[in-house]
């Protein structure tokens, strides 16, 4: 489905559920974006950190891309990470993602190596150039390790080279100064402002945030759904309690001991854990050489979703 | 005034006015608090980092302690920093806040040395038990460099070590996760969680923060009161229209001239120029070795004003 | 030609020359690697971060990759960077260096996600596994955000999975204390410890290290032979002058305007600025989205080369 | 005792004894530095990062200078650090400094708040202008969290406002383009470059440095005098050997418990704990918040004084 401008609302990016043997597991990826689109999400973001994208091969990438295309049937639209390091290497995902029938791409500033603001800008345009579909940027720090400078989001959103931006910076002061900056200019009715920080999307929206791409959107996307409907309703309360209920949801991702895995393979084990537990996808595997969630941490994330009303 | 639990409201970090001779103008910041008061501010904080606290010899903190605490006359209470690299220096500064007749004390982790969340918690256990005025830990990882963990705050919280916190971490998700564990452990009646991130304050009201920390609160404490009153009467819409002018306010920290002066010279600057400017103070000056702000830069920070609404 | 273990001299991480077309330009390659060999080299890497992996497609790596191992006539060992996300994208890369007639792979740990050292380990691990060929663990935190902690690398060493380390961390009293710690296992007559620090060789050598990847070797390969030869030979006084020459010649490397590219860019621009002028290969061209040096920033680098007697 | 210019040669920084109840232990630091002079240190570096001048109120700095220069007797030249956030604070501890008789102040950069070059080098001007002792910069990143740029130290080398420069960046690479540069201005002959990582003496000495400021010098003090001899007399190897087993020692600061406590703490504990079990002082205390070294811990350090042939 042709992307909306501005896009706005709910965009969970979607995590690539594996079979053991480490293959995409289609038919579960199919299974979670049906259940997205019951729960009335906006659109889904396929091939972002929350996907795994950085530990898929290209073949993998390719199979998650048709597999989530299809499954959408145009009822919500796709956005295709491109993640990669530099232009000429996002340039050749984007082919295979506008092959695959994608209706936008995301893509970072480029990262291993030490980059400029010049260089930024002229990443984007030159992927908007080369690929021809709606470029999201994707400002996510904590993965590139630089942030967008404002004035470069602001250069690219007035000239056309970005159809929005995903923001998981997590600095929402500067958030607040971005939008703030493109209703000055008359900007926010085109370009798309999404939140990546799923624990303050009531306080995003507030601020005017268009939607949100949560990665908790995985395992309660219908939450993220009511909390989206209440504060376009101006109902803030109930958007913050329900922002509440997700918060203490989200303390599924501290479930991996602290000692013996990373906070990603925590979260993203946890996550599956939960889709496993829910009966959406038929593995929790995470890929290779992410640390597995064991028992204890297993029974904490049931004890999430039981707590939150899931299960 | 002794202080309320939880303190509650708009608390602004008082800058410390200097005279072209680098002297404290007891004067002028006698000026800015009578006007903090009329502007119905909840209470003012002495010798945070928008105070200059890191650039004041001890001599001239007992001055600007004594000055605020005589200005106040127990109108509001006074919060007074006792920022120092490690818990002995610490206590000899809550020593002299103590006396000079303080409400509270604010001191951050120990920084310049690296150090643990277990020696953070005996910092400030040892901080109380010196000093025998309700703590706040202020969490302020641009400065000090590590992050207060969530794990240690409540802890402190729950043991009554800590009164509250200042958070200028700018992690409104962290913050979200530490209020949802508050109310979960029935704190959030006692502890007062303040954001210092002052452009995303109608957020953290909406979820649930107590009140405010805001440096821009020097330049317009009103508008400060009126975001606050308007998110403690459930106007959140009037909440958001408030802290937007607000945001376009805080442009002004940009003012300085980015190739030759840091970005605390500048706000800092700026706040002291827009007081200058709006008659509070006397001298725009900063203290050494900050560069001063430019002709410039003040008429930036002038415009700012005017499209403020405030000159 | 098969790896000694260990691997000891100069293995220059060599440029990437591109035609103003951006393909790869392999007949000024094959010459670069003969001047090389010429030289006195040790062994050549391609595809490292001075080859400019993070901005290549892999269709151009594999052309890069023939044309060096092609070049190189089993002269001397060609190691080949596979440089990527995480494990499974780098078994990807590591299949087409077997291919090629790589003779070793270079292999930093994941980036992009976050990690953890156990991860890291099974990373290295599942790399050496799946690709029967000696692997380089590659030590480069300011591109990959982590440091490989000594433990991990001792443990590796241990066992087989690594047969050497490029350390590209800078930080060289971490580097003392590995070698140290190889002597005291017995590991550093197979394990090879190669600096890529190539403004401290003669430390690093005098220190034990078993040789040097220097960036600047694309410029000086002679030179930093020189430095090798004299300090196998014990003349460290001459070490530390030819070492003083060529931290001189490093210069060329700011060549750039600081305030209009990155540091990067100026490096690797620099680098390929001199290999032009010193008539090695035909076109100065960095890959996009890198800024390319102007002319006052080309004159600094003949200056540069003037100054080092090499033009 | 005038300081040298250059001084040259090993200049350890001070642990400064504690007794259980936190009070500087003056006889126990009178003895150290009694042991510093007998094994033929060239100047002992008060109030450092190692003296944990961070810990201590202004009351302890002051009996800590009184009693290291009463200690020295004038046969080796006193620095004191005059470590404290902005300018004016560093004037206040360089009055005391003065006025206890040291030879020289030792200054970091601003922390606590951002900075900038410009602002950094107006510091350093305004100190030396207010204190009248030469001053040495110490450049120390893990504290203050900024590293001096080359550039600022050569011109503060060039305008006479810093005799020297302390190097605990670790960063060898920029030391040696520093060492370069100096050399180029003629500077090298006025200008005292000491490096402050332990670990890598040889590899400095060899590369110009004049000396060096080993917080493990405390322990071993005699080694890095052999190690600096060695040099000087051009027997690199033997050099080499001295700073390998010294590299061996220091594996003393990894005693500490890393999950129980910060690695600060660890090396400080680790380098009293030696001078305790030596009988230099009386009681291996740290100052508060540090967590103590548990026996275990006291035991591994005995194990390295054992192996190092110092026990």
Redesign the interface.
């Given at each position: 489905m042709p992307l909306p401008a501005p896009l706005r609302g709910v965009v969970p990016p979607l995590c690539t559920p594996l079979a053991a043997s480490?293959d995409v597991d289609a038919g579960s990826l199919a299974a979670s974006v049906e259940r997205m689109v019951a729960a009335g999400v906006h659109g889904v973001f396929a091939l972002g950190?929350s996907g795994e994208a950085?530990?898929?091969?290209?073949g993998?990438r390719a199979i998650v891309l048709e597999t989530v295309v299809t499954a959408a049937r145009g009822r919500v639209p796709v956005l295709a990470g491109v993640?990669d390091?530099?232009?000429?290497?996002v340039l050749?995902h984007a082919r295979v993602a506008v092959e695959a029938g994608a209706d936008a791409l995301v893509a970072t500033a480029?990262?291993?190596?030490?980059?400029?603001p010049?260089?930024?800008a002229?990443?984007f345009r030159?992927i908007r150039a080369g690929a021809r579909l709606p470029l999201f940027a994707y400002d996510i720090p904590?993965?590139?390790?630089t942030k967008l400078p404002r004035a470069t989001v602001l250069e690219l959103a007035a000239d056309g080279t970005l159809a929005g931006l995903k923001d998981s910076s997590?600095?929402?002061?500067?958030l607040?100064?971005l939008l703030?900056s493109l209703?000055?200019r008359g900007l926010d009715a085109s370009f798309s402002v999404l939140t990546g920080?799923?624990?303050?999307v009531?306080?995003?929206l507030?601020?005017?945030a268009h939607g949100v791409v949560p990665g908790l959107g995985n395992v309660d996307p219908a939450g993220y759904v009511r909390l989206y409907e209440a504060a376009t309703a101006?109902r803030?309360?109930t958007?913050?309690r329900e922002?509440?209920r997700l918060?203490?949801l989200?303390?599924m991702t501290d479930a991996g001991d602290e000692?013996?895995?990373?906070?990603?393979?925590s979260a993203l084990g946890a996550f599956k854990a939960a889709l496993h537990l829910l009966g959406v996808i038929d593995c929790p595997a995470t890929?290779?050489?992410?640390?597995a969630l064991d028992d204890t941490a297993v029974r904490t994330v049931k004890e999430s979703l039981v707590a939150a009303g899931l299960l």
């Open positions: 480490g950190s950085a530990y898929l091969t290209d993998q993640i390091t530099t232009t000429a290497r050749d480029p990262f291993y190596t030490r980059t400029h010049v260089e930024v002229d990443h030159r904590s993965a590139v390790h997590g600095e929402d002061g500067s607040r100064r703030v209703r000055e920080s799923e624990l303050t009531d306080g995003a507030l601020a005017g101006g803030w309360s958007a913050a922002q509440d918060a203490a989200f303390s000692a013996a895995m990373g906070r990603s393979s890929a290779a050489p992410q640390v």
